[in-house]
């Protein structure tokens, strides 16, 4: 059986596609990788499905070998990639002879890389989707996070069409991070101070961040609103606990919460909230849902290009 | 019913009624969602009915958000969505509960702070028939309301790190039973050795929006039979 042994799993790895979607009612959350574009452009890259999925790895440690030749890339946060000792350019698709050691070693920036392997990570689907949420004990490899000596099943490799295109999804360095978002759910009844503040300040993201949302710090938010009756939560939703922190919900978060949210940030910025060092400052910004649906459209149509361009 | 109809990000809407919650307003939000299944089965990912909300989630550029806001709101005004579904009103889960201070590490506790016997206190948890409101917060959970007024009993100020699977709760007036192992901060009064969780049924979630819940005490003997019967 082709396998990928893992000499050391790394920080917070996990098996992820793109998520289950569709149960939320039952309590399940969505998962899925936390930066959809890096999954997206490396299964492109190696000739792969959509449902097909790849290791979630964070801040870049990982030392993997597989059982049989394979094709790998490695896409999302850069990493120091070497394949046998040999360093190689991560967003380049390579071929890893039977038992070499991929290594990677910690990135300079940003969070999550995903490595890709010819055939897919052929973990058993989980309600349709072999993504983990380690919380919940679903999916990946036995439901958690990855171990040091965990082996991953691959599937069988077709003939890779090989169209590197680097530099399509790379996490950039940004001075501030624009967070923008569709105000609602509470919004309206936050005093308008709050409203303001929200706006007019620039936070930070803490350490206090993972799958389920990451922890912002400025100014404390005063919300003057009680605990809410539950309801559903969303991507991106900006959820003010008491201690007046906003918690930016992300792909492992609770399908339902008590807390007053202002708006959700759009999905696109998720991502690149997601691949946010604790430091990043960031800002949020008021938008409408016409305008969400047209970042959306441009961003679509920017990927589709990209990826048909890298296709001939 | 007053109610608002705005968005839940940028891809969701989401229907709130300023109402209390009421098991005739969950059958009403329940017959929306399944409206909305219908009308809009192209678009939609997911729907889910908090206490007094419906959130619909789409697939990106796939909705016109004006239609589908009008036509929630369409539906948010008809009297006739309002009616119970007969079948679901008939139904009662029966979830056997072992109530012994060896499994619920709250029960003395809530018996001293009440001044109330611990036979009095499951007279009280198993002598309502409770309305399941929500899921949620753990894949399985579900809120079930409303417990006697003299049980009501605040959450923890600090969460348990871990609540086994099974742990039967209560928070203010609310009870639920945790379907899996987790952190948790409401008090804990019993056991359910019933699987409310498994990712081997369909659906895997036994508890569902709408469902009529009544605990039943057990013995200790009948409670370890029921666990090895798993």
């Keep these: 059986m082709r396998a990928l042994a893992l000499l050391r799993a790394g920080i917070a790895s996990t098996v992820q596609d793109t998520g289950r979607p569709g149960r939320l009612q039952e309590g399940i959350p969505p998962a899925g990788a936390m930066d959809w574009l890096a999954l997206k452009s490396g299964q492109f890259r190696l000739g792969h499905r959509e449902d097909e999925a790849a290791l979630e790895f964070a801040y870049g440690e990982l030392q993997a070998r597989p059982t049989h030749e394979c094709t790998i890339v490695v896409t999302g946060a850069p990493v120091n990639l070497s394949i046998d000792g040999e360093p190689v350019d991560p967003e380049t698709v390579h071929t890893v002879p039977p038992g070499g050691l991929i290594a990677a070693s910690a990135s300079t920036s940003g969070v999550y890389s995903y490595l890709h392997v010819g055939g897919g990570i052929d973990t058993t689907p989980c309600l349709g989707s072999r993504s983990t949420s380690p919380r919940e004990g679903i999916g990946g490899l036995n439901g958690g996070y990855l171990r040091n000596g965990d082996t991953l099943p691959l599937g069988d490799q077709n003939q890779p069409e090989v169209a590197a295109d680097p530099g399509l999804i790379r996490a950039r360095e940004r001075d501030v991070l624009l967070l923008r978002f569709v105000p609602g759910f509470q919004f309206g009844a936050l005093p308008s101070h709050t409203q303001r503040s929200l706006q007019e300040q620039t936070f930070w993201v803490t350490s206090k961040g993972n799958r389920m949302g990451i922890t912002m710090k400025g100014l404390p938010l005063k919300t003057k609103i009680q605990t809410l009756l539950s309801e559903a939560t969303c991507q991106g939703a900006i959820q003010i606990p008491a201690d007046g922190n906003p918690i930016v919900l992300l792909n492992d978060r609770q399908t339902v919460g008590g807390y007053p949210k202002a708006g959700a940030v759009i999905t696109g910025d998720c991502q690149r909230l997601a691949q946010s060092r604790p430091g990043q400052r960031v800002r949020f910004a008021e938008i409408s849902p016409e305008e969400a649906d047209s970042v959306r459209w441009l961003e679509h149509h920017y990927t589709e290009t990209k990826l048909q361009l890298g296709q001939r | ?230």
């Design chain 2, 1 to 230: 019913m007053r109610f608002e109809v705005g968005p839940a990000g940028d891809l969701g809407l989401r229907l709130m009624f300023a109402a209390s919650p009421a098991p005739a307003l969950t059958h009403k939000l329940l017959s929306i969602q399944k409206a909305a299944q219908q009308q809009f089965a192209n678009s939609l990912t997911d729907s889910v009915v908090g206490y007094s909300t419906l959130t619909l989630f789409y697939r990106p550029l796939t909705l016109e958000r004006n239609r589908a806001t009008e036509w929630l709101m369409e539906q948010a005004e008809a009297a006739s969505s309002f009616d119970i579904d007969p079948a679901s009103r008939d139904e009662i889960i029966v979830l056997p509960v072992l109530y012994h201070p060896s499994v619920a590490p709250d029960l003395e506790w809530i018996a001293d702070s009440k001044s109330l016997s611990i036979d009095a206190i499951i007279n009280l948890h198993c002598g309502a028939d409770y309305f399941a409101y929500a899921t949620g917060f753990a894949p399985g959970f579900c809120y079930l309301g409303e417990i006697p007024q003299q049980l009501a009993t605040p959450r923890l100020g600090a969460p348990r790190p871990l609540v086994p699977a099974g742990a039967v709760a209560i928070a203010d007036r609310q009870t639920a039973v945790y379907p899996c192992e987790s952190p948790g901060g409401w008090r804990l009064i019993g056991s359910c050795p019933t699987t409310l969780f498994s990712l081997n049924s369909a659906p895997a979630a036994r508890l569902s929006v709408g469902d009529t819940v009544r605990f039943q005490p057990v013995s200790e003997a009948d409670y370890q039979s029921l666990r090895n019967a798993l």
